[in-house]
């Protein structure tokens, strides 16, 4: 029932039937309980919506190889569908933003691992601001080969306007990837700014491109970032929580 939490405006009538015949109402994240709660004066319990994880079996330059990405770039990897809300414009709007010798200098490559609606407007973005050397599009992935595209990853952006708890987030601090977030709902609960990731405005394409450059260019800020980020994974988000959770409501 989880894709009902999109917005508590919409069909209020039918949810609220819904909900007091309930035994249980689950939220992916502390933000929608909070918006559902108010909304509807429930109470749900929050379970994030984990999977197991798991480490790829080859390294970085492997799969670039195999997806066709050069060796020598700095990978800023986006993952999930290319919508709207999503805004996957960002990052393109970012790099614009690069002159020629940040270009060199910092060697960013923008990779997107996913399909939608907008993805024809992107690859016309690209082509048109001469970009097509610093971009891939890799289209739909299957959820098992998301592990290589983090594995070649650099720094993982995720730009939405609004998040749940987003697993593609979730499988890249699992990895320990420098992370930059837009300072949203759903995702300032994940990533704390400076500590285990990078917030930026999510209008702001020149705070997003200083974020990368500030990754790319100190690398052990970068690496700090990233194990932070595995280390809050390891603390709040588990897999066996998630089971024993909902093990508990249907007991």
Do not use: W
């Not at 039918?14 to 429930?42: C, H, L, P, Q, W």
């Not at 709007?93 to 060697?107: Q, S």
């Not at 730009?159 to 708890?165: L, V, W, Y």
């Amino acid at each position: 029932y989880t894709t009902l939490f999109r917005s508590p405006q919409d069909h209020f009538t039918i949810y609220s039937k819904f909900f007091r015949s309930a035994e249980n109402v689950v939220a992916v994240s502390a933000d929608i309980k909070d918006n559902y709660d108010t909304a509807y004066g429930i109470n749900c319990k929050v379970v994030y919506p984990m999977i197991p994880f798991v480490k790829a079996d080859k390294d970085s330059s492997c799969y670039r190889v195999k997806y066709h990405v050069p060796i020598d770039v700095n990978v800023i990897s986006m993952v999930g569908s290319l919508k709207g809300m999503k805004n996957p414009q960002r990052i393109i709007e970012a790099l614009c933003l690069f002159d020629k010798e940040e270009l060199t200098k910092y060697k960013p490559y923008v990779v997107y691992a996913g399909a939608g609606p907008m993805i024809e407007e992107l690859k016309f973005l690209v082509e048109s601001k001469g970009l097509s050397e610093y971009v891939s599009f890799l289209g739909l992935i299957p959820n098992s080969q998301i592990r290589e595209v983090m594995t070649m990853t650099d720094v993982y952006l995720i730009a939405s306007d609004f998040e749940g708890t987003s697993v593609s987030l979730l499988e890249a601090m699992y990895n320990s990837k420098a992370i930059v977030a837009s300072d949203v709902p759903g995702l300032r609960d994940m990533i704390s700014n400076g500590e285990n990731g990078l917030l930026y405005d999510v209008d702001s394409s020149a705070q997003l491109k200083e974020c990368i450059i500030k990754l790319l260019k100190s690398k052990p800020d970068a690496e700090r970032l990233g194990k932070a980020a595995r280390y809050s994974y390891e603390l709040k988000y588990d897999y066996g929580d998630v089971l024993n959770s909902y093990k508990n409501m249907l007991r």
